[in-house]
């Protein structure tokens, strides 16, 4: 290798020319060899260095129609036929629709999206009166990570959680309603990226906050990044509030928890503390950050604690030295994932600008607390998994799978053989690479986060699709690959577009998603809602009545019942606020309402059993129609009314 250009100028070389050579028409063959070309073997070559001495059987490159032939497909079934239902619930992010989705797996059909951070033209979320208290004026995010809470290290069906990286906030949806119940904003943050629960119980969730700024970010060192900090939140899983903030010196990517709720993980890119792109990537060495939670919390107990700005949220201040608090574990440069086994020992941290991952034995890690061992020495494996690993997926089987970005592959390979050759034994822990389609982000497994992980499917989550879909233009969608890993070797059987542009997904036994089919009003939308009618003295499931609330105030209560609504015509005048109220007393499966006034720029859905209301302002005079947008009956166009602005 003659090549002069630092690793980190290959692997951009690399990308940038697999990129360029994209077009609608390419092949994952000439792609490969455009980029080859370009790079003059230099990322390349290493790429293969990373395989060296190994029995990789990496498979030949394929065009689509090869890889997605499924004649004769020995392992699981992957069809679901209509009117049959999926196994499993896959919550994926919705990236920078600010979304959440619901799909189903393995059949790969989009079954919901839950809007978060967004708007949402169809149900009025964002608009409605409820909800624009949780989006407080802000109309768009970026969600990345979608975790589940857990009990005993599986998932308790109640609540999703999932991150808004762009407003640095964190969001619930809750599971028997499907709906986001609440959303904070994570003080003293930006860029809030890896989000993890704790897996014993529904306890705390944290938050890294990737983008280092000054503390307080309100103008002072603003040229001196040498006092920019990041913050590591815990957020009550429970309450949503922030408990405490711990603050370190490194930016925080990727989170995790251990199985025991004793620690977090994060791993830090960028110990260089740099702001350009080449000073962030100037050391070979990173961080895996530990915190230890019963330290941390002793610490904020104990008042060791400061507050920072306006916030009042205590945060204790561990940068500078390891200590009690928080462990910094080198692993090789500018780590992104981590994700732990199912069997709660190891820690895994993959090197995004390194060909490898790094095995920590999280029962090590007591030690290096105790300053027994170096923290270093947690390390007990560190495979070479090929060029620009992310994230890690498990089958529960002992057996890991690592998305490499550039390579474009799945790596499957074995923990226990990773940590018997890290010992010195020859023996190769790569059991297999299968080619993804194009630059997979994240992966994720069956119940890979659980300590049920069953090993069925795996999904990759590729960042381009070019050739895979038809051209609908500039913007293609991206490409979610279906993998099963019960036979042989890993078979790719199916290839899902999906809309900009989901980082993460979970999957989850069906088993254990048991959501509502009609509203049961527990929600505290509900609870808002009722505690307005209340001033009104208003039973919202029975009452149909216009209430006057001042000058230029009114509430329009209505029921709704298929094929009508209770309150055919309502007056207002000119220039009123109003607000109104519509209860579906239908108490029916699959019976949605709408409401939707002409002109007025008002639409809002309503389901079986629940209310939900919308402020506007009638500011013309005449005769406008309201109906309901969904269809719900035979008579559904003649579900309208009429309101009469004098
Ligand atoms: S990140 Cu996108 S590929 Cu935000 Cu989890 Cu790794
Ligand atoms: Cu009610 Cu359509």
Redesign the pocket.
Known sequence: MSDTRSRKQQIIDSLDAQIAAASPHSTRRNFLSVASALVGGGAVAWSMAGCEGGTTTTTAPKTGATAAKSAGHEGLEYEVAPGKLDDYYGFWSGGQSGELRILGVPSMRELKRIPVFNTDAATGYGRDDWSKTLLKGKVSGDT??VHLSYTDGVYDGRYVYVNDKAQARLARVRIDTMETDTIIDLPNSQGT?GIFPQRHKTGLVFCNSEFRTPQPNDGRDMDDPTKYAALHTAVDGETMEVKWQVMVEGNLD?CATDYEGKYSFACCYNSEGGVTLEQMMANDQDYLYVFNLANIEAAVAAGKTMTIGDSKVPVVDARGDNSPLVQRVPVPKSP??VNVSPDGKYAVCSGKLSPTVSVVDISKLADVFAGKIKPRDAVVAEPEVGLGP??TAFDGRGNGYTSIFIDSVMTKWNIDKAIRAYAGEKVDPIIEKIDVHYQV??CNASMSETKDADGKWLVALCKFSKDRFLNVGPLHPENDQLIDMTTEHLKLVKDESTYSEP??AVIVRRDLINPLKVMDRKDKRHAFLEALAAEDGVDLKSTNKVVRKGPHKVRVYMTSQAPAYNTTNFEVKQGDEVQVFVTNIDNVEDLSHGFCMSLHDVNFLINSQGTNSFTFTADRKGVFWYYCPWFCHALHLEMRGRMLVS
């Open positions: 990345h990570h990226h990727l992104h994932g992310l994230h982000g994240h980082h993460d």
